[in-house]
């Protein structure tokens, strides 16, 4: 399934990039508050980085990158979670996840299911690298893949509608 949509680079000088970046931020609060009121909601739905793939994907890599790094910082300091413990696992997916998403909005200039099970794909699976790295427990790292499944799912499919809903603007 492929669907036009119209695609933006915002840079850093424009006043747009630091309004959509604060919405989908808001997003991140808000999903996850929600997700958390349920046991395990965090680990399965994986909702700290929904609004990080709309926003690189359609915005481009400088908004996606904000929300990716501001989404986590911020939940933290209002609300202890994501723990920190686990905040610079997390720093690093939505970062990676920022990249990829840019990177096949760029690279295909239209919306796909194929490019964002790329994209989703990308960070999970060279972010669980890093995250073995920085917890030296490989059954710890490859969580997302045990518990997060449902979330990934909800990032490739639920990206994949929030996409072609806002496919005009």
């Known amino acids: 399934m492929e669907t036009t949509v119209k695609l933006h680079s915002l840079s850093l000088d424009n006043a747009k990039t630091y309004l959509f970046a604060l919405l989908f931020v808001a997003g991140n609060i808000l999903l996850p508050q929600l997700c958390h009121l349920v046991p395990m909601g965090g680990p399965t739905w994986l909702p700290i980085y929904f609004f ?6 359609k915005f481009g890599f400088r908004v996606g990158l904000l929300t990716a790094i501001l989404s986590p910082v911020i939940n933290h300091l209002m609300f202890g979670m994501p723990a920190l413990a686990v905040l610079p696992a997390i720093l690093i997916k939505s ?5 990829a998403a840019a990177l096949v909005a760029h ?4 919306i796909t299911l194929g490019g964002l099970l790329v994209a989703v794909l990308a960070y999970q699976v060279i972010g669980t690298f890093f995250e073995w790295a920085l917890c030296g427990d490989f059954f710890v790292a490859v969580q997302d893949f045990r518990i997060g499944v449902p979330g990934m799912l909800l990032q490739w499919i639920g990206g994949y509608a929030v996409l072609k809903a806002m496919a005009r603007l």
């Open 52 to 57: 990080t793939l709309i926003a690189a994907y």
């Open 95 to 99: 970062s990676l996840l920022a990249g």
């Open 107 to 110: 690279r295909l200039r239209n």
